[in-house]
């Protein structure tokens, strides 16, 4: 199979999946009780829209109307509401149409990147994401970096001190830190080091100060970069044990083979068998997992992070959403990091046959 033949057949792949995977969604979502015009109605009467109201009642008003055309009793606390608010409602929140018309319209404006208006904030979606990805690109992308950094080096030290003390208290603390999860990390870093109990050292509010603006450009970036400490440390630290122990994995498998003894026994030191003839063969896996990674750190939402320290991002904005049945951000944002994870399998697949040229697409060495 050729290269551009297994390009469009995953590509071709990539449009059923994605449909399947937003048909999923929206169902589950829609059925979800406490949807948004149950939100209207709520504020209307002061009540508080709960998680555990009836099911029944929510699923049946917001995955369409009545045969009836009534919805007064479709909707819990729509007792006593005037039918026209309700049927202007619908038709504010789209719900006056079929399941299957609104969701194949949905895909239709999806497909030409028309996200929508949120029901809420009164802006549209692409601008409300775009608003919050300096947040969530900061913390990701220096997170993937020091990850990276930290636990490739390290996963070739301990390939190269296999069984060693290095490598027994190094494997120790990596997997504590992954076993303790981030948002205990943030806290003790608040009490510690943010003012909580100890040292006032970090700021916990915010990605840079209130005056930012009025700062030069080598205060800003100091500033920005103090306001990333404590967070980034967070997620970091939980963040070494899997790249590290596959980085480790990868070597020794590869150090074990006969190519290596072949080289060794050239008169080769073992510098250059580990990095001429090693190095390329067991960063196969890592390298090739690098797009999806990378991609990964400019869209992925650390939620408790976020309110533990203040910073309003793509987890924060995703979590409301939800809560609040904003649906237009719930399924605009979903699209488009479905979109992009498929996207980035294609493009791991490709590094990967980069890499090792050896590789083809019909399962054979060449």
Same mark, same amino acid.
């Given at each position: 199979m050729? !290269?551009?033949t297994?390009?469009? /057949? /995953?590509?071709?792949?990539? &449009?059923?999946?994605l449909i399947? =995977? $937003?048909?999923v969604?929206?169902? #589950?979502v829609q $059925?979800?009780p @406490?949807?948004?015009?149950e939100?209207?109605?709520?504020?209307i009467s002061? *009540?508080a829209v709960?998680?555990?109201a009836?099911?029944?009642g929510s699923a049946?008003g917001?995955l369409?109307?009545t045969s009836s055309?009534?919805?007064?009793g &479709?909707y819990?606390g729509?007792?006593g509401?005037d039918?026209?608010?309700?049927?202007?409602?619908?038709r504010?929140?789209?719900f006056?149409?079929?399941l299957?018309?609104?969701f194949?319209?949905?895909?239709?404006?999806?497909?030409?990147?028309?996200f929508?208006?949120s029901?809420?904030q009164?802006?549209?979606?692409?601008?409300?994401? !775009?608003?919050? !990805?300096?947040?969530? =690109?900061?913390?990701?992308l220096?997170?993937l970096? #020091?990850?990276?950094?930290v636990? %490739?080096?390290?996963?070739?030290?301990?390939s190269?001190?296999?069984?060693?003390r290095?490598?027994?208290w190094?494997s120790?603390?990596?997997?504590?830190?992954? +076993?303790?999860?981030?948002?205990l990390?943030? #806290?003790?870093f608040v009490?510690?080091?943010?003012?909580g109990?100890?040292?006032?050292?970090?700021?916990?509010?915010?990605?840079?100060?209130d005056?930012?603006?009025?700062l030069? !450009?080598t205060a800003k970036?100091i500033?920005?970069?103090?306001?990333?400490?404590l967070?980034v440390?967070?997620?970091v630290?939980g963040g070494?044990a899997?790249l590290?122990l596959?980085?480790?994995?990868?070597f020794? *498998?590869? =150090?074990?083979?006969?190519?290596?003894?072949?080289?060794? +026994?050239?008169?080769?030191?073992?510098?250059?068998?580990?990095?001429?003839h090693?190095?390329?063969?067991?960063m196969?896996?890592?390298?090739?997992?690098?797009?999806?990674?990378?991609i990964?750190?400019f869209?992925t @939402?650390a939620?408790l %992070?976020?309110? =533990?320290?203040?910073?309003?991002?793509i @987890?924060?904005?995703g979590?409301e959403?939800?809560m609040?049945r904003d649906?237009?951000i719930?399924?605009?944002?979903?699209y488009?990091?479905?979109?992009?994870g498929?996207?980035m399998?294609?493009?791991?697949?490709l590094?990967y046959t980069c890499?090792?040229?050896r #590789?083809d697409?019909a399962?054979? *060495?060449?």
């Open positions: 050729s !290269l551009g297994y390009v469009i /057949r /995953r590509l071709l792949l990539i &449009v059923p999946t399947g =995977i $937003m048909g969604n929206f169902l #589950i $059925m979800a @406490g949807g948004p015009v939100q209207v109605l709520a504020e002061g *009540e709960s998680a555990t009836a099911i029944s049946a917001e369409g109307p055309g009534d919805s007064a &479709v819990r729509a007792e509401i039918p026209e608010l309700l049927r202007e409602l619908e504010q929140f789209g006056d149409q079929p299957h018309v609104r194949f319209g949905m895909l239709w404006d999806y497909l030409r990147f028309d929508g208006t029901f809420y009164d802006a549209r979606v692409i601008d409300i994401v !775009l608003s919050k !990805l300096p947040v969530s =690109i900061s913390l990701g220096w997170t970096v #020091i990850v990276y950094s636990s %490739i080096p390290l996963g070739i030290a301990k190269i001190r296999d069984g060693s290095f490598d027994l190094s120790l603390l990596v997997f504590v830190g992954y +076993a303790i999860p981030t948002f990390f943030a #806290i003790l009490v510690l080091f943010a003012g109990s100890f040292l006032e050292l970090f700021p916990m509010r915010g990605l840079v100060s005056d930012w603006a009025e030069s !450009l970036l500033d920005y970069l103090w306001h990333l400490v967070p440390s967070s997620l630290l070494f899997t590290t596959l980085t480790k994995n990868s020794l *498998e590869e =150090i074990g083979k006969q190519f290596v003894l072949t080289a060794r +026994a050239k008169g080769l030191t073992e510098k250059q068998v580990l990095y001429r090693v190095f390329r063969n067991a196969l896996l890592v390298i090739s997992g690098f797009p999806q990674a990378f990964g750190a869209f @939402g939620l %992070i976020e309110v =533990i320290f203040s910073l309003d991002g @987890g924060r904005l979590y959403a939800v609040r649906y237009p719930v399924f605009g944002t979903l488009c990091f479905t979109l992009l498929l996207l399998n294609l493009v791991s697949d590094v890499v090792d040229p #590789i697409f399962g054979t *060495e060449r």
